[in-house]
């Protein structure tokens, strides 16, 4: 397999780094994914033409024209296109993602986070095309440096983000965030920083402040799952890429995820799971 990148135009700053390449999948020998990257910076990848497959861990999307992929830090990443591909990959650090938003309403900084921390694959439609000259003028920016540079990309990029948003509410037809939804963002960007240390849904609530029957109602309001269901779920998804990209054993897992014994940590896995970790181990094949 064999990817080809025609340019890499990169933004180096003491505190802040950001690339802009353009993607195109020339040639490619086999029929499975490309092997797991995991990279330390976000990854957006404008899809403006092509079909494939994509893995962020162990989540499976279809892709196809106009579309984008949202790969958050530290997240293996897989791509198995059907043959060509061609669109725009912005890289950058989470410090230049803070720099960009910072100053913005305290509504947009909290969905674009979680929307960046969260990983998925979302439709942009004919917007594609300006989320492209948008991607260019920050090209532009890169290659001819001029006073008040990283201000100028910063500001592009914000422009970028929220067209992004845009393009994605249109589609899904969403309605606009309500307290709810605010709610239900904190609390899910509270679990994906404290997720090896707080287990229970009253550790979250009390550190919103309501409680935990009215966290679990809005929460299940919002996504149709239960503050516990989110909660186990991310823990699973850390246990799982754990097991499937690394050989760190069961016991090393279970201790790195809060869990007090290996047995606490093999029933919670199994419940979840529907299997025990070392069936689940073997399939760590198939997935490289």
């Not at 969905?111 to 300006?130: R, T, Y």
């Not at 249109?170 to 709810?180: G, M, Q, V, W």
């Not at 998804?237 to 790195?256: H, P």
Request: contains cysteine.
């Amino acid at each position: 397999m064999k990817t080809i990148v025609r340019r890499n135009e990169v933004l180096c700053d003491i505190h802040f780094a950001f690339y802009v390449d353009d993607l195109h999948r020339q040639a490619f020998d086999g029929e499975g994914f490309s092997d797991p990257a995991n990279r330390p910076y976000h990854q957006v990848i404008l899809i403006s033409k092509g079909t494939g497959r994509c893995r962020i861990d162990l989540e499976d999307y279809e892709f196809h024209d106009q579309v984008v992929c949202l790969i958050p830090p530290n997240r293996y990443f897989q791509f198995k296109p059907d043959g060509d591909v061609r669109g725009v990959v912005l890289s950058f650090d989470p410090s230049f993602l803070a720099f960009a938003i910072q100053g913005s309403g305290s509504d947009f900084i909290a969905e674009i986070e979680a929307e960046m921390k969260s990983g998925n694959v979302v439709e942009a439609g004919p917007d594609i095309s300006l989320l492209e000259s948008i991607s260019r003028e920050i090209r532009r920016e890169i290659l001819a440096p001029d006073i008040l540079q990283l201000e100028s990309i910063a500001g592009w990029f914000k422009r970028f983000l929220l067209q992004l948003k845009r393009s994605a509410r249109a589609i899904r037809h969403e309605a606009p965030s309500t307290r709810k939804s605010r709610l239900f963002q904190e609390f899910y960007q509270k679990v994906d920083r404290h997720y090896k240390t707080r287990k229970f849904v009253s550790e979250y609530a009390s550190d919103l402040s309501v409680t935990a029957n009215y966290l679990n109602e809005v929460v299940k309001y919002v996504t149709g799952h239960s503050a516990r269901y989110h909660i186990s779920q991310r823990i699973m998804q850390e246990a799982k890429r754990q097991a499937l990209y690394s050989d760190t054993n069961m016991k090393t897992i279970a201790y790195a995820l809060g869990f007090p014994d290996t047995a606490h940590f093999s029933k919670f896995f199994r419940r979840c799971a529907g299997i025990n970790f070392s069936e689940f181990k073997k399939l760590q094949c198939s997935y490289r």
